[in-house]
């Protein structure tokens, strides 16, 4: 069953704009975690937050999490055309195997030039 | 340069034809997994391995198999018995828990596989 549900399905903005994607899940975890997808590749780690942080920042990225309404976000500040791709948030389950990613159905972001 | 690699990129199979898609990596890590991405879809795992001779079912183990004889290989079967098996492969590796981002999984290029 998908934990992770991204929202919107599909994101398209100007060049230099934000963009922001939501994630909720169900179950109870011990992190959260955004990766990206360029078209036919393989997915890349973005960002890991703990379930004992509120928010993270990664170069252009800030992650929000919010244990108590179960949900996340992701902010690109000042996108870029190469920024381009498919999000997906993955989470374990805090009652289950450490081993165990589940991820949400991802957010397409097309960046405008 | 550490990473991990799927091979083929392409594979087309006939219909009651077994295949087998590579999964190598050489980062060291103890576990590794393989997903399935139709289109639009999130990841669905198939199977998992935390350990070398040890590996698990995922959600959508049915008509798939794997074997994990060393550390760097985890190769998946798609046997004749998975009756929608077009789609995209993926597999991943994490170090083992007790390790601060075990969590973190690294991914392979992915492999299309179509069925004829």
């Known amino acids: 069953s998908q934990q992770g549900e991204e929202d919107p399905q599909a994101l398209s903005i100007q060049e230099g704009e934000n963009a922001t994607m939501n994630c909720s899940y169900k179950t109870s975890i011990n992190n959260l975690q955004w990766y990206r997808q360029n078209s036919g590749r393989g997915l890349v780690h973005l960002i890991l937050?703990?379930?004992?942080?509120r928010e993270k920042h990664s170069g252009r990225l800030r992650v929000t999490l919010d244990t108590s309404k179960k949900s996340s976000s992701l902010l690109i500040t000042a996108s870029r055309a190469a920024d381009t791709a498919s999000y997906f948030c993955a989470t374990d389950n805090s009652g289950g195997s450490n081993y165990k990613l589940t991820f949400g159905k991802g957010t397409l972001l097309t960046v405008n030039p | 340069d550490g990473g991990i690699t799927q091979s083929p990129k392409y594979l087309f199979r006939k219909e009651g034809q077994n295949v087998t898609l590579s999964c190598e990596q050489n980062l060291n890590h103890d576990a590794m997994y393989w997903y399935r991405q139709d289109p639009g879809q999130g990841l669905r795992l198939i199977y998992y391995?935390?350990?070398?001779?040890?590996?698990q079912k995922g959600d959508i183990a049915e008509g798939y198999s794997v074997s994990r004889e060393k550390k760097e290989s985890f190769p998946l079967t798609v046997t004749s018995a998975q009756k929608n098996p077009t789609a995209f492969y993926l597999c991943?590796?994490?170090?083992?828990?007790?390790?601060?981002?075990?969590?973190?999984?690294?991914f392979g290029p992915g492999t299309r596989l179509t069925v004829l």
């Open positions: 937050i703990r379930s004992n942080e």
């Open positions: 991943a590796s994490s170090i083992a828990p007790g390790h601060s981002s075990y969590n973190e999984q690294f």
């Open positions: 391995s935390q350990i070398v001779n040890d590996f």
